[in-house]
């Protein structure tokens, strides 16, 4: 454990808060995208499985099952008493529609979760389930928060906890390729390249809402991207 | 074991 990964982390954990609390709150979920967080539940159920197996430490359990339960509970929350305020139309994708309005959406089925699934059954760290689940969950979360860019790509503005909840994310996701810099240089054993390409493709993705986020924060105007 | 090692994040 160093700074970068407990600074990510605990970067995290607060944007599941920051989420949380905007949606009570405002008792809305107007401007969050139910399918990045169902992917998101996707991504925690695969990938935390060894919780039934295999222990690191403490700190780790907890994390785990704290991200499990707050993605289920926003889930649920949207699912539930804030779906009046659940902008649909705005998180549609392309190919949407042959279901409309039922799940498991088409679009993010066919553009996001087969694709991840296909390349964890060609690149992973070993063919069996868990190790399988375990990659898909890693190249899931690399584009899990795609709808959600794309909700706010068509709304062009966001609400400002919306848009803390999005930094929060892509700035854990920024410590952590710092942190794995500082493990390869000062851990002998240490090389997972199938995380770090993933990790930083995920990254990427939050390149563009980071540069217009923190024009709007220098400004002090309103956060708006471009045509 | 190293397997162990390279998932010890989150």
């Given amino acids: 454990m160093n700074i970068f990964r407990l600074s990510g982390d605990m970067l995290h954990l607060i944007s599941f808060l920051v989420l949380m609390y905007r949606m009570r709150g405002q008792r809305s979920c107007r401007g969050v995208s139910l399918k990045s967080q169902i992917l998101f539940l996707i991504v925690f159920c695969c990938r935390y499985l060894d919780l039934f197996f295999s222990f690191v430490s403490l700190y780790n359990t907890m994390m785990k099952i704290f991200f499990i339960s707050a993605t289920a509970t926003i889930v649920y929350w949207m699912l539930t008493k804030y779906r009046s305020s659940y902008d649909m139309d705005n998180d549609k994708l392309h190919g949407d529609g042959s279901f409309m309005g039922h799940l498991p959406p088409h679009g993010v089925l066919g553009y996001i979760i087969v694709p991840c699934f296909l390349l964890a059954l060609i690149w992973n760290e070993g063919f069996e389930a868990f190790e399988i689940l375990w990659a898909f969950s890693i190249y899931l979360e690399a584009v899990a928060i795609l709808p959600q860019l794309f909700m706010l ?6 609400e400002a906890f919306t848009l803390l909840y999005i930094f929060c994310v892509g700035a854990y996701r920024g410590l952590y390729i710092i942190n794995w810099i500082y493990r390869y240089f000062t851990e002998k054993h240490y090389w997972q390249p199938l995380v770090w390409v993933s990790g930083v493709v ?15 924060l220098r400004d002090g105007a309103k956060f708006q991207l471009p045509g | 074991d190293e397997d162990d090692k390279a998932k010890d994040e989150l």
């Fill in chain 1, 202 to 216: 995920q990254t990427l993705l939050y390149a563009d809402f980071f540069y217009y986020y923190w024009i709007a």
């Fill in chain 1, 153 to 158: 790509q068509k709304t062009k503005e966001g």
